[in-house]
């Protein structure tokens, strides 16, 4: 499969790598036709999809079956009046009909929206409203649909609502389930299409695919109201890199990434690159995080390559690793937020395993990576992907020498766009003139570069600490602080201050058998110093019992300055 939209697929270096990496893309590309249908032509039996949940219940799909059943989807939905050009947003959990869905609005050229199910009614209206949505698809947990039925009166242009729920359905009676009347049973409407309308909606010929646009993502709003991120059909070849030569993803591995199907983290590790690679996703449709449950199916299932946000591997590094049989995992991976070195080091002890860091953004696919040429270095985010010019420059444009702090930018957008950035921010043209000017797109986040080129993350622009003339990156405070045992969780912020203008404060979560006391607070201010420079250590110190979080799971640094700025 590869080899349909690579020149190369091996490299000797990563200079090699850097040089010669280069993506054909088909003209008219769509991942459904491109992708799921020619890995079901070229083998009926490979497998897909391994599904499970927290009740017991497990499905398993192979290509040919997406293959099918998305066929089969479009034609039901194309009968419910979905057309090119029209919007749905899904708020769809982890069930497994996204995988078959997905697909399915590709063949029909409906701009499918992927969204949390943590949605309230307001961000619902404010979605609808937005994105002008002609469809919700919904699962029957009360939470969420009673949320999505409190915003339709605000949502007149919604003209259908369907719902879904999982199968087989273990423990079924005791589920809660909620739907009102006028909703559509998407598993059963779409059953109801036979084999023969399916097929002719398989080997029809699309119309859509290429420059079209195709996904549409809100932000997560770690600093405002979400902006829309649009996405056209060629995004998934972006991520060749992203599965490939980062997770290094073989055809016959079961890889799982821990991401709800709401953020583009799912279409960085659940979707797109892993089946471009022909990898087998693994989707836990879990009901709420648990590190034992969690290493549990990874053992169970003999999952093969593992990705997940450093706050998971936080709290699975507090479990007893030998009791469980990672023996099948070859591969763990990161994205998301920085990783702390600490973090790296007691999972790599407890399971051999080095955690390989990819950085990129809901924008884009892989920006910058541990790649195999070499061998990761805890707390970087990795050299630079081929697909993008990535530069650190200053506030004058110019380009930073090595150590030196600054912007992280992706030049040379005058030559084209690479194949896998946005689009720009959906009808949002003076956001997106902000962000994309002077030939370069301006990814909003600080680092530096070492000798060797590898890129070291210190934090968002608005979080930069200025203190006392110093500048100071809350990523290297948390990591200090990640290394004391008593912390489990923590967020540097900047706190207003009379005399120096701003201070450090840390906002910590404490690990399982620790008391927050004024003593621990001494001996974590005296850990700083001693791990880091001492002008850095946090003068304040906040014990907090959870961190404030956007829905998609980053720290809301911007809540915490906020709520400081109105003592």
Not at 423 to 443: F, L, N, P, Q
Not at 458 to 471: A, L, M, P
Request: with cysteine.
């Amino acid at each position: 499969m590869l080899s349909r939209f690579l020149q190369r697929e091996s490299f000797d270096s990563y200079a090699d790598f850097m040089n010669n990496y280069r993506v054909e893309v088909p003209e008219n590309f769509n991942f459904a036709r491109d992708v799921v249908d020619a890995w079901a032509l070229e083998d009926q039996e490979k497998p897909a999809l391994v599904w499970c949940n927290d009740a017991g219940d497990e499905k398993r799909m192979r290509f040919s079956d997406i293959s099918m059943e998305s066929a089969r989807a479009a034609a039901a939905f194309s009968k419910m009046g979905m057309k090119k050009g029209d919007t749905v947003l899904f708020l769809m959990k982890r069930r497994w009909q996204f995988w078959v869905y997905a697909p399915a609005f590709m063949r029909l050229g409906v701009v499918f929206i992927p969204a949390t199910v943590q949605l309230t009614k307001k961000d619902i209206e404010y979605r609808v409203e937005a994105a002008s949505v002609d469809m919700i698809i919904t699962i029957t947990e009360p939470e969420i649909s009673r949320a999505v039925e409190d915003a339709l009166p605000a949502c007149p242009n919604v003209r259908v609502v369907g719902y879904i729920e999982s199968e087989p359905l273990a423990k079924a009676k005791e589920k809660a389930f909620f739907a009102p009347d006028g909703w559509v049973d998407l598993n059963r409407t779409i059953a109801a299409i036979s084999d023969d309308e399916a097929i002719a909606m398989r080997d029809s010929e699309l119309s859509v695919g290429g420059k079209d646009p195709m996904l549409l993502y809100f932000t997560s709003g770690t600093t405002g109201m979400p902006k829309m991120v649009l996405h056209n059909y060629e995004h998934p070849l972006g991520h060749i890199v992203t599965a490939h030569y980062w997770q290094q993803l073989r055809s016959d591995d079961l890889h799982i990434s821990v991401a709800d199907t709401g953020w583009a983290k799912c279409g960085w590790g659940k979707i797109y690159g892993q089946w471009i690679c022909g990898a087998a996703n693994f989707v836990y449709d879990m009901d709420r995080f648990n590190a034992q449950d969690l290493l549990e199916k990874i053992s169970h299932y003999k999952v093969t390559t593992f990705c997940a946000p450093p706050t998971i591997y936080r709290y699975m590094i507090q479990e007893d690793l030998s009791k469980y049989d990672l023996s099948a995992l070859r591969m763990a991976l990161t994205a998301g937020e920085p990783l702390q070195a600490e973090v790296f080091n007691r999972f790599r002890d407890g399971t051999g395993l080095q955690i390989m860091e990819g950085f990129g953004q809901t924008e884009t696919s892989v920006l910058c990576a541990s790649f195999p040429w070499d061998e990761p270095r805890p707390g970087s985010m990795g050299k630079p992907a081929p697909l993008y010019k990535l530069d650190i420059i200053d506030d004058d444009g110019q380009s930073c020498p090595p150590g030196t702090e600054g912007r992280v930018v992706v030049t040379g957008l005058d030559d084209g766009l690479p194949v896998g950035l946005f689009c720009g921010y959906y009808r949002d043209e003076a956001t997106t003139r902000s962000v994309w000017h002077d030939g370069y797109y301006e990814t909003g986040d600080v680092a530096w570069r070492d000798e060797d080129g590898f890129y070291w993350f210190v934090g968002r622009s608005d979080d930069v600490i200025k203190c006392s003339g110093y500048r100071i990156g809350p990523f290297e405070v948390e990591s200090a602080l990640q290394t004391h045992r008593a912390v489990l969780e923590c967020a540097i912020t900047a706190a207003p201050d009379e005399i120096r203008g701003q201070v450090v404060k840390a906002t910590i979560v404490l690990a399982p058998g620790y008391e927050p006391t004024d003593d621990l607070k001494h001996e974590l201010q005296a850990h700083v110093k001693h791990v880091t420079a001492p002008y850095k250590y946090p003068r304040i110190i906040e014990f907090v019992t959870e961190l404030p979080k956007t829905i998609s799971g980053k720290i809301r640094r911007v809540e915490i300055r906020g709520n400081d700025e109105k003592k």
